[in-house]
């Protein structure tokens, strides 16, 4: 059982910056990546920001510049520190986890935590 808790969500003014984490707990044999999904209402989940556990960073086009996604192995935390926030970034956003194993891989994601950026 993996347990993915989540934090760091709340409202703030357009401009303004918000940092979100999360935990990953449980049985965790191996971690292919960590990262970040979001959805907005009426719009399908997109991927935020990924790194994998060799230290590679992906993300998606509209926060390049803005957001950096960073991660602690020895804890099994992800973080992503969103800075000069936009109306648009407004999501429900959801942590994610990539295990490898037993010949399979597994996709995980959080409950959500909700960002909400006021203009």
């Known amino acids: 059982q993996v347990q993915l808790v989540e934090s760091g969500g709340g409202l703030v003014q357009a401009g303004g910056s918000l940092r979100l984490s999360c935990l990953a707990s449980?049985?965790?044999?191996?971690?292919?990546?960590m990262g970040w999904y979001r959805q907005a209402p009426g719009k399908q989940r997109e991927l935020v920001a990924i790194?994998?556990?060799?230290?590679?960073?992906n993300y998606t086009d509209s926060v390049k510049g803005r957001f950096t996604i960073s991660r602690d192995n020895a804890k099994n935390t992800v973080t992503l520190q969103m800075n000069s926030l936009k109306p648009e970034d407004t999501a429900v956003y959801y942590c994610?986890?990539?295990?490898?194993?037993?010949?399979?891989?597994?996709?995980?994601w959080g409950q959500g935590t909700q960002v909400t950026v006021s203009s």
């Open positions: 790194i994998t556990g060799g230290g590679s960073t």
């Open positions: 449980g049985s965790i044999f191996s971690i292919s990546a």
């Open positions: 994610y986890l990539g295990l490898t194993g037993r010949g399979a891989h597994y996709n995980l």
